[in-house]
């Protein structure tokens, strides 16, 4: 255990990533129409609107990097962004009522799970299309360095998206200006439905950042004391002022590419060795080795379950949006076809 992480800050990291569980498996339950895993019946079949991507199994990446982060940081997520957003501070019941479509919800329930943003934590949004966080990570980077704000960005991304072109364009422009950004990889080895391993040319995102002169760092994704110790060494360089950093973090993704995909493409013993690893089970036996109390850590759950229960019941009785709604935050050509 590293010796820099105070009693505090361990169980803070693990009430982070047992909230972002919590609330994905609620989630996901409440997408398919059954019954949570805390035994509430979703009646009426399907309370989630829209696809529904979850990241368990990736819970100590966004946990370890966003503890290092202030409200005054910006960052940029994908179309699996429960997690980051969690971990950055943003209130979890109004998450949950965007997922259910519901006018109290971040987006007024037209955004929906893959657009999630709260700007008053720096959470600029995640984001349906892959890669499309890079490039907007890097332009709020270059905001802050223009302004000379003491903030940084961090932009979360996966695999996946190394092999697209806003990744290379970029981590370009970054290191070329020597922006205050921090690029996260989740490595969760899969690109919705496909292997990434076979379809990556090279070693992967670090030795590609490394090519463009722009420091790595790869570490158990899954280990978030690992993730913690490193994020604090990358974010005080790009604190600092010496230019972008990547942190390459290897995971797994255990659910399909959404929430009603069986991935019966997997191997299942592929899966099986995975959910060995798993990120909060490793954490609580930590934990339990260095002394923390087992009755504190059964508090810290049964709080998260407490919190998502309650986030449940108040977005399925929140209010649909009103009609007019749909024709709020959209652009006008000026032509006065909303008239």
């Known amino acids: 255990m590293d010796p820099e992480i105070s009693a505090p800050e361990r169980l803070a990291l693990y009430r982070t990533m047992v909230r972002i569980r919590t609330f994905e498996n609620a989630a996901e339950a409440a997408s398919q129409g059954g019954v949570s895993a805390y035994g509430q019946e979703a009646a009426g079949g399907a309370k989630v609107r829209g ?60 955004g929906g799970s893959m657009h999630i943003a709260d700007f008053s934590v720096g959470m600029l949004g995640a984001n349906g299309v892959v890669a499309a966080g890079l490039p907007i990570a890097v332009g709020a980077a270059h905001a802050q360095k223009l302004q000379k704000k003491d903030a940084i960005t961090v932009c979360f991304f996966g695999d996946g998206a190394i092999n697209r072109g806003p990744f290379l364009e970029s ?73 972008p950093r990547l942190l390459h973090a290897l995971t797994y993704r255990v659910k399909g590419h959404v929430s009603v995909d069986p991935a019966a493409y997997r191997d299942p013993a592929e899966l099986a060795a995975a959910l060995e690893t798993d990120p909060i089970a490793r954490a609580r036996a930590r934990l339990a080795a260095s002394g923390i109390d087992a009755a504190a850590l059964a508090a810290i759950e049964n709080e998260a379950h407490a919190e998502v229960e309650a986030a449940l019941a108040a977005a399925d009785a929140a209010p649909w949006p009103e009609a007019g709604a749909a024709f709020t935050d959209v652009q006008t050509t000026g032509a006065g076809q909303w008239t």
């Open 51 to 110: 696809p529904l991507h979850l990241s368990t199994g990736q819970e100590a990446v966004p946990a370890g990097v966003c503890a290092h982060l202030s409200r005054a940081d910006y960052l940029t997520s994908t179309h699996r962004g429960h997690g980051h957003t969690l971990a950055k501070g943003a209130d979890l019941g109004r998450m949950m009522a965007e997922l259910f479509g519901k006018a109290s919800g971040f987006n007024g329930g037209k």
């Open 171 to 243: 981590l370009n422009w970054a290191r070329v200006y020597q922006l205050p950004v921090l690029f996260v990889c989740e490595d969760n080895r899969w690109s919705a439905t496909t292997a990434s391993g076979p379809m990556t040319a090279g070693d992967g995102a670090s030795a590609r950042a490394e090519s463009m002169d722009i420091a790595a760092t790869q570490v158990d994704g899954n280990e978030v004391f690992e993730v913690h110790a490193a994020a604090r060494r990358l974010v005080a360089e790009v604190r600092a002022g010496r230019g």
